[in-house]
């Protein structure tokens, strides 16, 4: 298998900055009088995510007139999927909105129910788990692994992608397919028949251009403005699985606010978080018409019946969540839904 990076790629120059912050170097802090929030995320700033954060860091200057500084780093330019979340215990950044995928390999695999094939039909269906008695005690258990978990954030369904079209169960045979590094996932593949690569966000574009995979899941989003299209002239509309984040901050830096900043941020957050999901399946519908037009790509949108085959082939991952900590969450969901 070709080695997909080399000595100096980000990734490792990112987590060589990450064992300086552990072994005291630290950042160099704003010397500036006010807050600094910094915000990092995986994703293009065209994107729900990345125009949420946009969206909030421009309230929460408005609101405090300019006293606390939202810093925004988007497209893993300062912490990517294998450090954030322990750069945010470490203090060398404030916010933070994973996917929901993530949250299972920092210690909260119940987030993990959320990775489930075929599990909503609509975001109507996720907004009442999300928003609802089971998002909120989600979001309460996130304290367990020293996160404080703020919110909600939809992008949007998954469809497959790769270099040859992918409608049949049969079509996946023997495919290796970067996943995001949730156990659902991967069993998702493999009772597909393909074989789960599990990488980091930032790194898929360089997979799929060395061959180190052959195929990926995302949002449309995410396809286009990670230039996936250029190695994946077949996408499949499959709206196979549902792709949301939560966005967290650390318990230790929401206690250095004053009670007034908390609710400023807060209130900031909820009305960024509110647009963004408006957003989200706008950005959708504008990828979907962007794909539709680009030159060298074939958009399959799967019949009803071969939906409902990969839907079967992939039900014995729900046997494996029934039989793991997740369970009481998915009837919990199941029951909302
Ligand atoms: C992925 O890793 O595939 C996505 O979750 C990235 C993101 O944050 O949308």
């Known amino acids: 298998m070709p080695t997909l990076l080399p ?3 980000p990734g490792v120059l990112r987590r060589t900055a990450l064992a300086a912050v552990v072994m005291g170097a630290g950042w160099a802090r704003a010397a500036r009088p006010g807050v600094l929030l910094r915000f990092s995320h995986v994703v293009a700033p065209d994107t729900p995510k990345g125009r949420m954060v946009v969206h909030f860091q421009s309230l929460v200057h408005q609101r405090s007139a300019g006293r606390i500084r939202v810093e925004v780093h988007p497209d893993s330019r300062l912490w990517g999927d294998d450090e954030e979340i322990e750069a945010l215990r470490l203090g060398a950044v404030e916010m933070l909105a ?3 995928s993530k949250f299972g390999l920092a210690g909260v695999p119940e987030f993990e129910v959320f990775d489930l094939p075929f599990l909503f039909d609509d975001l ?9 008695r089971v998002g909120r005690e989600l979001l309460a258990r996130l304290a367990r692994q020293q996160m404080l978990g703020l919110g909600y954030l939809d992008n949007g369904f ?3 992608s790769a270099r040859r079209p992918l409608r049949r169960v049969a079509d996946f045979a023997g495919l290796r397919v970067r996943v995001q590094a949730s156990q659902v996932l991967s069993a998702q593949m493999r009772a597909l028949g ?3 690569v599990v990488l980091p966000f930032g790194d898929t574009e360089r997979a799929l251009a060395q061959g180190v995979v052959d195929a990926s899941e995302n949002p449309l989003s995410n396809f286009l403005t990670q230039g996936l299209a250029r190695w994946q002239p077949h996408v499949t509309l499959t709206r196979h699985g549902y792709l949301g984040y939560a966005v967290v901050s650390h318990p230790r830096f929401w206690a250095s606010l004053s009670g007034t900043d908390q609710t400023l941020v807060a209130g900031a957050l ?3 978080l509110a647009r963004g999901n408006q957003l989200a399946a706008e950005l959708d519908q504008q990828a979907q018409a962007t794909l539709r037009g680009m030159p060298g790509i074939t958009v399959h949108e799967p019949t009803a019946a071969e939906r409902m ?3 079967e082939a992939t039900q014995p991952v729900y046997q494996a969540v029934q039989r793991g ?3 009481a969450l998915l009837q919990a969901m199941q029951a909302t839904t």
């Open 7 to 9: 000595p100096t790629s």
């Open 98 to 100: 994973p996917s929901l």
């Open 124 to 132: 109507a269906q996720v907004r009442r788990v999300t928003q609802g």
């Open 158 to 160: 998954k469809h497959m």
């Open 194 to 196: 393909a074989q789960p």
């Open 270 to 272: 909820e009305h960024a």
């Open 309 to 311: 085959a990969l839907r």
């Open 325 to 327: 900590p997740g369970a």
